[in-house]
């Protein structure tokens, strides 16, 4: 009876070792790969970010375009009754031809609230901080969500 028992997880292991050898070669015909474990705790390349006038890093939607590629125009203060509540910069692009193809909207603290651009399509692009979206009048977290039609996407 020992030997049977012996002889079936033999067989048993034989099979999960095949079962593992099966799975290794379909994550190498697929193109798949098994990386260590450090390098999975690496921040994804396609997170993006930037500081606003405070200091503070601000998470930007992957298709954001970086502001460094951008030449300053202007730029405008918001009051309200004399009390300023806000910034708006613009920037322009040599590649495109309409003046502005940039703009970033700060609050009176300096935290950066939206950002919108032009695409070389001519697709007008918006990102506004989670919190403004979230409608609950918090103060901004920093994680700028892509808007599409009025829609968070």
Do not use: H
């Not at 970010?49 to 954001?64: E, H, N």
């Not at 495109?96 to 939206?114: C, D, F, S």
């Amino acid at each position: 009876m020992k030997r049977y028992q012996q002889g079936k997880s033999v067989a048993g292991f034989q099979q999960l070792r095949t079962m593992g050898n099966l799975v290794l070669m379909i994550f190498l015909l697929t193109g798949c790969s098994v990386r260590k474990m450090e390098d999975i705790r690496r921040p994804s390349p396609i997170v993006r970010s930037t500081t606003d006038l405070g200091g503070k890093t601000v998470l930007l939607p992957p298709s954001a375009p970086d502001r460094n590629n951008f030449t300053p125009v202007g730029y405008f203060t918001i009051s309200v009754d004399i009390k300023l509540t806000g910034m708006l910069v613009l920037y322009s692009s040599a590649e495109n031809k309409r003046a502005v193809t940039y703009m970033e909207l700060y609050n009176q603290a300096g935290r950066l609230i939206l950002i919108r651009w032009v695409e070389k399509s001519g697709v007008t692009r918006t990102a506004i901080d989670s919190a403004v979206l979230d409608k609950n009048g918090s103060e901004p977290v920093g994680i700028l969500r892509l808007v599409v039609e009025g829609n968070p996407a």
